[in-house]
């Protein structure tokens, strides 16, 4: 299939898990990750309609942020990354999808020379390969980062395991957006904690349908 094709598959299921949960058609913004996809193959997706990008790897962000500079893009960087490459992209990037240290927090205050949108990355499910801090660490970690008035803490990124069931899946979601919900209401300076990056090909349907607002689509636009 074309990515044009492609797409009216993803967002027709979107359009369906939008409408179970009872959710604006508007609320979910799909970030398109490239980093499977050359130059010519994310063009195509940018003439299917897709203009939020995302990149897990700075090298290869970097590349794509040159190459497409004539386009109006919004770009997510969504990967863990070593504090010393921070300055390489900081300030090239609109949303940071990775926040898994107070030390990488550190650096992008240090580096960045407007305020970043970043999403606490949360390690739920407990996976050891997982980057991402666990629930039990945010009453220690969120003070921390209140001063920090280079990151806007927007939200809360997830990733769930991917032989998890349909069931954990729902449950590792709706967890996590109990947990933002509760940092939301915390009102903490620099900390709007309004959005959920969560869902990827093989699970947005059901991150949908627990209150994603961000949706991080590779896969399924390029096979
Ligand atoms: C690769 C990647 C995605 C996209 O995964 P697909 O399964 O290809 O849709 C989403 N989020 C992160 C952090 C990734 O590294």
Known sequence: MTIKENKDVIFEELHKSLEAAGRNENSVTVIGVTKYAD?????ELIEAGIFHLGENRVDKFLAKYHALQDKELT?????????????DFINQIDYFHALDSINLAKEIQKRAEKPIKCFLQLNVSGEESKHGFSPDELDDIIPQLEDL?????VG???MAPLDANPETLHNIFKETNHIRQELQSQN???MPFTELSMGMSNDYPIAVQNGAT???I?????K
Do not use: Y
């Open 188 to 190: 903490r300076k620099n």
């Open 75 to 87: 770009w997510h960087f969504i990967g863990s990354v070593q504090r010393r490459k921070v300055k």
């Open 39 to 43: 130059i010519d193959a994310t063009k």
């Open 149 to 153: 008035d280079k990151l806007q803490l």
């Open 156 to 158: 809360l990124m997830t």
């Open 218 to 222: 590779g896969t399924s636009f390029f």
């Open 214 to 216: 961000f949706v991080r």
